[in-house]
């Protein structure tokens, strides 16, 4: 099934919100392995969820390829991260699952 995508304009010109889908929640889910970009079947999959089984660091890639760490998230939460990828390098939190 195909995703259907939307650019959002902003409301602010100078901010660009980035890809969006037309559902809110989360809808599809997979386990995150480190270092390799989510989806399936060779096709590329950005999340909009991230839940954190065990409480510690996460390091992402955001949409445009830069990276960002978040410090402490909590356990059991499903929080609202844009990413497409989990890295390994400072990355402490464990049993993470994307969900888009």
């Known amino acids: 099934m195909a995703v259907q995508l939307v650019v959002v304009p902003a409301l602010d010109p100078n901010a660009y919100t980035g890809p969006t889908r037309l559902m809110s929640g989360v809808a599809r889910t997979g386990s995150v392995t480190t270092d390799i970009m ?6 590329v999959e950005f999340a909009r ?3 954190i ?3 510690g660091n996460v390091s992402y890639r955001k949409w445009d390829g830069t990276d960002q760490t978040l410090i402490g998230l909590a356990a059991g939460v499903w929080h609202p991260i844009f990413s497409i990828m989990v890295n390994s390098a400072v990355t402490t939190a464990t049993n993470l699952v994307w969900g888009s």
Not at 38 to 43: D, L, M, P, Q
């Open 38 to 43: 989510y989806g399936a079947n060779g096709s």
């Open 53 to 55: 089984g065990v409480t």
């Open 49 to 51: 969820w991230l839940y």
